[in-house]
Nanobody, 122 residues
Framework: QVQLVESGGGLVQAGGSLRLSCAAS????????MAWFRQAPGKEREFVAF????????YYADSVKGRFTISRDSAKNTVYLQMDSLKPEDTADYYC???????????????WGQGTQVTVSP
């Protein structure tokens, strides 16, 4: 079993930055791919970013490419999402996930965190 806990969300003005963290416990993330998804009110959960187990491969949704950066610290069993140049449309609950059951961009992962809220004001 893996437990994931996100943190770092909050309220920020457009153009600002936030860094989300996802700390894992229960099992090492050393060999696990990780991803971030987000879900805005009334919308489906959507893919944001992915990082493979070694950190050598990353993928991003087009909407965040060039503004968000996913990274991992295996020693700390933690994955990060650096979010820069935030826009009001980035407002959502952000979730980390691991152990994908399908393609990396589909929300079919075996383990999810509880989410952290990000609100970007105009």
């Amino acid at each position: 079993q893996v437990q994931l806990v996100e943190s770092g969300g909050g309220l920020v003005q457009a153009g600002g930055s936030l860094r989300l963290s996802c700390a894992a416990s229960g099992r090492t993330l050393g060999k696990q791919a990780m991803a971030w998804f987000r879900q805005a009110p009334g919308k489906e959960r959507e893919f944001v970013a992915f990082i493979n187990w070694s950190g050598t491969t990353t993928y991003y949704a087009d909407s965040v490419k060039g503004r968000f950066t996913i990274s991992r610290d295996s020693a700390k069993n933690t994955v990060y999402l650096q979010m820069d140049s935030l826009k009001p449309e980035d407002t959502a609950d952000y979730y980390c996930a691991t152990d994908p059951r399908s393609m990396y961009y589909t929300p079919r992962y075996n383990y999810w965190g509880q989410g952290t809220q990000v609100t970007v004001s105009p």
